[in-house]
């Protein structure tokens, strides 16, 4: 940066313009403009380094009639940092102010809650990537912590918080103009969708991941996963590699647990970490940690290269986002005048935070405190233009949002207690309903997290959401592990008919029986409770639900492997979008840890030494790392050398991708006359439909020429099904048996190759029994599920 050629331009017309909100490098200049409509005085200031130097130069801009304060200057160059100093009606500017004084100061708040503190140095808001965070490691190098943004008067290190200067150690903008190209999106279809849920480094930090060819060399279809190289584990690039791995196992799209900037250690020093990111800072900036290239312009470069990887592949990439609530600190002990600020409240605490009367920060609906605003239009512009920049400039191709009814909440005109008609609030809500209609023009997924604190509102949003059902994760647990309730489970099973037929049908209904935030699919079936409080690597953490719907299988670990082979199977031949977590086709284990937020650890990452074995959870942890998994599967009875699930799953998964019968767009598309594609429930001997306690019961799908026959027996004795005819011309044969007998052939059969039926069958215990009609062989073989 060369301070002396930084000048400002066109100063007449700072006040007049409508230049968009950020840093934005054109021929005639860069523009810079953030929203402070209560402000009365805005400084920007350029640095030359992150942190250990003053302003190099500094400028004061001009203020608009929108409340949006702007300026213009040559002689700016990428890469540059800046940041800003923000006056208001608490603290007036004053000739003698000096960085660190209180000359001008009022109080620590005005009469709407903004804490304007000019000794608090703020980063833009909208900043494409910020330099690092208030618990980044330079900080500590400094010799400080993030106890220095605090403002109001009580103590830090013998002088009141709001008198130190944080220019030396607060995060700047850098300006950017990022040119990498981006891939064509491939715009798979909603119904096309098969989601893998995953933390970038969780997808690849595990020292396995530098011998993945040899690990895979004999499961087929996967001949083009390639070696991470040791120095790239955990980062964006290393994920971009992985695409071949996720194509091969069935699945169109990669959903990533939060990537933009959060606060955390880049060290995981205690206290400071935040593993799976759901505390955001800057909504425009790729989290610095997970880049390899750690220099200005790396991880917007590394991450569009990252994006770039998937889509040619013909996979989309969704992001996890976190708008309901921000990363930036709230009130500290209690204390109405000390917050942490350090770029949002900064500007315009009133428009961006919920507040109570008395101006204090509130958790509101999402647990966390500072809960955006969302009856404030500058809080829905924030929302849209990063939705727009993330999809647009950076290529992401959907969005699952966190606590998501918090963007269709509006705290300063209601309180929650009086919102009695939950669906004609949320349908009429601009901001949910302006994001629908966006993400329909842009071609773009938007998936609902659609409960918070405050309510449980799947099935309520607008036309055009996905939404997570959790009503599917419950009643699928319950069901296989014996409750009987069997009209919530085949309510389910038909993709939530009830509550999604009248928002583009099944594909809007997101299928899941685990999530990052809670049990594996392993350790639900493994675990009566959690188990939280553990020594390091898998603990200790606190939180997690208490209440999983798990059973540990009384123990027996081939019950184990057979419940989860039922939990694949029920997952992709239900109606909707499946949605699995990374690992849970091998069958990671978090030892019964149902909460990880915080651990930073190799044990909550994706140890694929697990596929070429048949006893996955015996394999070392990691090199010279102390601790061990559960033994919680025991041994496959099939090759040594074979996983038993990893082979099932990825058969599973890629059936779906063959049939059109399991992916349907509505709820009657595949039929000319528009009917519905049947999903038809029998009890085992055809002669009703099943009742709430009944635990064994049949499934036929019925569509044109590709029918499917589900024989579910989640009872604990074997139960005799009825096997009705088939088609003139057509048989059945026997393509998925999850009993354990079957774990020789990995449990399924490809498609014509298994065993003809026309008598009944005898289902095992705990068990599923899928047939599929194919055209009549020439030489039949009859046989019975169950044959050895």
């Not at 230049?19 to 021929?27: C, D, I, N, S, T």
């Not at 989640?714 to 005819?725: C, L």
């Not at 599923?768 to 044959?787: F, K, M, R, T, Y």
Request: hydrophobic share 40%.
């Amino acid at each position: 940066m060369n301070v002396e050629s930084i000048l400002p331009v066109e100063q007449d017309l700072w006040g007049g313009v409508d230049w968009q909100l950020g840093a934005h490098p054109r021929p005639d200049g860069t523009t810079f403009a953030v929203h402070a409509p209560l402000a009365t005085r805005v400084q920007l200031e350029f640095y030359t380094a992150a942190t250990g130097t003053d302003a190099a130069a500094s400028f004061l801009l001009a203020k608009g009639t929108d409340g949006t304060w702007r300026a213009k200057f040559t002689g700016v160059g990428l890469g540059d940092l800046y940041a800003f100093r923000v006056w208001g009606a608490n603290w007036n500017p004053h000739p003698e102010w000096t960085p660190g004084s209180e000359a001008g100061f009022v109080a620590d708040m005005d009469e709407h809650g903004n804490r304007f503190n000019p000794n608090k140095v703020l980063f833009d808001p909208y900043a494409y990537e910020i330099t690092h965070n208030m618990y980044s490691d330079v900080i500590a190098d400094e010799g400080m912590d993030n106890g220095i943004f605090g403002t109001g008067g009580d103590d830090y290190r013998g002088r009141p918080r709001r008198q130190w200067d944080t220019g030396r150690y607060a995060p700047k903008g850098v300006v950017m103009a990022d040119t990498t190209p981006l891939v064509a999106k491939p715009r798979i279809m909603g119904k096309e969708s098969a989601i893998y849920e995953v933390q970038v480094e969780q997808l690849t930090g595990h020292p396995s991941v530098v011998r993945l060819s040899e690990i895979l060399a004999d499961e087929p279809g996967f001949g083009e996963v390639v070696d991470i190289p040791n120095e790239l584990r955990g980062t964006y690039r290393a994920a971009g590699m992985m695409a071949p791995y996720l194509k091969a196992l069935g699945f169109t799209t990669i959903e990533l647990l939060p990537v933009h900037e959060t606060n955390v250690s880049e060290s995981g020093r205690a206290g400071l970490t935040n593993q799976w990111g759901y505390m955001t800072l800057s909504y425009f900036a790729p989290s610095r940690r997970f880049a390899s290239d750690q220099s200005i312009g790396g991880p917007t470069r590394e991450f569009k290269e990252m994006v770039n990887a998937f889509h040619e592949c013909g996979l989309e990439v969704y992001l996890d986002v976190v708008y309901n609530h921000s990363a930036e600190g709230g009130n500290w002990n209690g204390d109405v005048n000390t917050v942490g600020f350090t770029t949002l409240g900064g500007f315009a605490a009133s428009d961006y935070y919920v507040m109570t009367s008395d101006k204090m920060l509130v958790d509101g609906a999402t647990g966390t405190s500072n809960q955006l605003n969302f009856s404030s239009g500058v809080a829905h512009r924030l929302v849209l233009d990063s939705l727009a920049y993330w999809s647009r400039v950076m290529g992401v191709d959907g969005f699952r949002f966190d606590l998501a009814p918090v963007l269709g909440r509006k705290p300063a005109e209601a309180h929650p207690d009086d919102w009695k008609d939950q669906k004609r609030f949320f349908d009429d809500h601009p901001l949910l309903v302006e994001i629908a209609d966006w993400a329909k023009r842009e071609h773009v997924e938007v998936i609902a997290e659609a409960w918070d604190l405050w309510g449980y509102e799947v099935g309520n949003f607008p036309r055009g959401w996905g939404e997570w059902n959790g009503r599917y994760r419950d009643a699928v647990r319950r069901f296989t592990k014996g409750d009987g309730n069997t009209q919530q489970f085949l309510d389910m099973l038909n993709g939530d008919h009830h509550h999604f037929h009248d928002n583009e049908g099944a594909q809007k209904t997101i299928n899941f029986v685990d999530a990052h935030d809670g049990f594996t699919m392993a350790d639900l079936v493994s675990y009566q409770e959690k188990d939280n409080d553990q020594p390091w690597p898998f603990g200790p953490s606190d939180g997690g639900s208490d209440d999983n719907l798990s059973w540990d299988s009384g123990g027996s670990r081939s019950l184990r492997r057979q419940r989860v082979r039922n939990l694949w199977t029920l997952l992709f031949f239900s109606r909707g979008v499946p949605m699995v977590v990374a690992g849970d086709e091998f069958g990671r284990t978090q030892n019964g840890n149902n909460n990880p937020w915080a651990l930073d650890s190799v044990a909550m990452t994706n140890n694929y030494a697990m596929i070429n074995k048949s006893t996955p959870h015996r394999v070392m942890l990691a090199p010279n790392v102390a601790g061990q998994y559960h033994d919680n599967f025991g041994r496959f009875h099939n090759e040594p050398d074979v996983n038993g699930l990893f082979r099932f799953a990825t058969f599973v998964a890629n059936l779906r991708q063959r049939h059109d019968a399991l992916r349907q767009e509505s709820y009657g598309d595949l039929i000319p006359d528009n009917a519905d594609v049947s999903y038809l429930f029998h009890t085992p001997t055809l002669e009703g439909h099943p009742s709430d306690g009944d635990r064994a019961l049949s499934v036929f799908i019925n569509s044109p020429d590709d029918d499917f026959w589900l024989m579910i027996n989640m009872a604990d004795v074997p139960v005799e099904f009825t096997v009705p005819e088939a088609q003139d011309g057509r048989v059945w044969r026997l393509l998925i048996d999850t009993a354990t007998w079957a774990e020789a052939a990995h449990n399924f059969w490809p498609e014509g190759e298994g065993m003809v039926v026309r008598s009944g069958v005898m289902v095992e215990p705990w068990s599923i029994v899928v047939w599929h009609d194919n055209p009549l062989p020439d030489d039949l073989q009859v046989a019975a599920s169950g044959a050895q």
